[in-house]
């Protein structure tokens, strides 16, 4: 086989190697476009991460919780203290 012989062959491989290429670069772009899409509703035009549905939820539920662990911790205080103050 001559180097001429061996460039036929390999025209077509390369030439699909080619086009898989492209068709990467396009699938990448395409992925970035919908990801940046999505940016704003994450970032404010600050830089600052915004809450999702879920966490502000959660993050509620708990400031929540720590309230009524402090009430109930205020209550026992104060019983402790009238007890105290009753011997």
């Known amino acids: 086989m001559n180097f001429g012989e ?5 025209v077509p ?7 898989w290429l492209l068709g990467q670069v396009t699938s990448f772009s395409t992925r970035l ?16 991460p ?5 966490s502000a939820e959660r993050r509620q ?10 009430y109930d911790l205020q209550m026992r205080v ?6 105290e103050t009753g011997k």
Do not use: F, Y
């Open 78 to 83: 104060k019983l402790l203290e009238q007890k």
């Open 6 to 10: 061996i460039m036929k062959m390999l």
């Open 61 to 70: 539920r708990q400031k929540e919780e720590l309230l009524d662990k402090i």
């Open 13 to 19: 491989v390369l030439i699909a190697c080619i086009a």
């Open 33 to 48: 476009t919908k990801i940046e899409g999505h940016m704003p509703a994450l970032i404010t035009p600050e830089g600052v």
């Open 50 to 54: 915004t809450d999702s549905p879920v």
